[in-house]
């Protein structure tokens, strides 16, 4: 295996010995695999469901150790891959798809047995990062590195903080000052991470962290990272495989920094070149209405042309001009989604790779869409966050315009839990919203 440039004319190789982000020509990275794995896998993942005090069958993550294996361990041994693999002693990724019935009628206006919603805030620190940070963290200890660094509108510093403590390794965050949710810096100052506030949001501090990592030889953990993105695959193989590896019609999950958009794609198009699924999903990325770089690109909505793949010749171009116009007309990402309050996407290209081989579509919602959307989940018994509301108003804006047929079959990925009490507080305090559910006042 080796790290490979996503551009097909660039094409450049490093091993992944290499602590790298971008190859020699600035573009992004992807793992590759030399070998497909065998298909008789499938048999071997359920197996491991039954762990037997194995912390990395256990784990979620691990449990498809050959569909990751970047370390190029005998997967089998245990001796071999128990000094490598980094897990929270099995914790990570037990999440799985739920049927979320008043979700579905309310939502979709069909019946509840064709819409799946997976809760990846059911992991240790509360969203899908940890899927990601454990195999960073694992490509970290492969390379000899021991100082972390990231940049986060939070989940990201709660779940680098938390591994790094289990690990006792060294980690720093950078978060934009007051635009991250309490309940999320909490956990970075709970496991003892160096936090640094950065005045301005969060494309800024995802700037001064990649110049600070290149000078001080720290290990970037967010996911312009290819080694975490190759855990977050496992989000989609968990639900692939809980379906039997039958494929649903559509895919949909909220667009932020476009890690999750980068790694499904990758997740799904290894399953398919490798034999584990027979069909093609179509998927569906959702920004927030004040944070929409992808959406107002790749539908063509800034200067007319649309940003696409394009078999990796992307219009570079226009990306460049849509930064300089935000720049200059002073552009401020506006929304109650800080998860997803990004404007300069790091993982943009990859992102339009998984558009065109997935057909997809980028749709937009408004933060009442979101809060509303979030009440209804919680509704049947799940707490999300603002950004993964963004998954289930988007599933209802594209059932809307007829994008999604009423009876197709939709997988959502709802990428974190609730961490910002004030919020749900706040809506269900106001009458006028749609789902709020004010407290009564006791009286004697
Ligand atoms: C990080 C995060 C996102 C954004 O995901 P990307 O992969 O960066 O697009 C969305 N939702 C939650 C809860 C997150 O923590
Ligand atoms: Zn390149």
Redesign the pocket.
């Known amino acids: 295996m080796h790290q490979e440039c996503i551009v097909p004319s660039c094409g450049l190789k490093y091993s992944v010995k290499e602590a790298r982000t971008a190859c020699d020509r600035g573009h992004l990275l992807d793992i590759r695999y030399a070998e497909p794995p065998a298909a008789k896998l499938k048999e071997v993942f359920l197996e491991r469901r039954n762990h037997r005090g194995n912390i990395f069958n256990e784990s979620g993550v691990w449990r498809y150790r050959e569909l990751l294996n970047f370390t190029g361990v005998d997967t089998e041994e245990y001796e071999s891959y128990r000094k490598l693999l980094v897990s929270l002693d099995g914790g990570e990724g037990h999440t799985k798809p739920y049927k979320m019935s008043k979700v579905a009628k309310e939502y979709t206006d069909s019946n509840s047995e064709s819409l799946y919603l997976q809760p990846?805030?059911l992991n240790p620190s509360g969203?899908?990062?940890d899927n990601g940070i454990c195999t960073g963290l694992t490509a970290a200890k492969m390379l000899g590195v021991r100082k972390m660094i990231c940049a986060?509108?939070?989940?990201?510093s709660a779940s680098l903080a938390m591994y790094a403590a289990n690990e006792g390794l060294e980690a720093r965050v950078y978060v934009p000052k007051g635009q991250i949710a309490p309940g999320?810096l909490a956990q970075a100052f709970q496991f003892g991470a160096e936090i640094v506030q950065v005045e301005g949001d969060f494309d800024a501090a995802l700037e001064t962290v990649l110049s600070i990592a290149k000078n001080e030889g720290a290990y970037v953990m967010n996911?312009i990272n290819p080694f975490r993105l190759e855990g977050?695959k496992t989000v989609i193989f968990r639900a692939l495989e809980y379906f039997d590896w039958n494929v649903p019609d559509w895919i949909v999950?909220?667009?932020?920094?476009?890690?999750?958009?980068?790694?499904f794609g990758k997740g799904l198009s290894e399953l398919y070149d490798w034999g584990f699924i027979k069909k093609k999903p179509r998927v569906a990325?959702v920004n927030a209405e004040g944070a929409n770089t992808l959406y107002m690109l790749h539908n063509g909505l800034y200067d007319g042309r649309r940003l696409v793949w394009n078999s990796g010749r992307y219009d570079e171009a226009l990306i460049q001009d849509y930064y300089s116009y935000l720049k200059e007309s002073s552009f401020k990402a506006e929304t109650v989604?800080s998860?997803?309050k990004?404007m300069k996407?790091v993982?943009l290209p990859k992102?339009l790779r998984t558009l065109e081989q997935f057909n997809g579509v980028v749709t937009q919602v408004s933060d009442s869409e979101m809060l509303d959307a979030m009440a209804i989940v919680g509704m049947n018994g799940f707490d999300?966050?603002p950004?993964?509301g963004?998954t289930v108003a988007g599933i209802k804006t594209l059932v809307e315009k007829g994008v999604i047929a009423k009876d197709d079959m939709v997988l959502g990925i709802?990428?974190?839990?609730l961490k910002d009490p004030d919020l749900i507080a706040k809506y269900h305090l106001k009458e006028g919203n749609r789902f709020a559910k004010p407290p009564r006042v006791h009286a004697e």
């Open positions: 990846e805030g969203s899908f990062k986060s509108t939070g989940n990201t999320k996911s977050q999950w909220p667009g932020g920094n476009l890690g999750n958009s980068a790694a990325v989604a998860a997803i990004i996407p993982n992102c999300c966050e950004a993964s963004a709802l990428t974190g839990r």
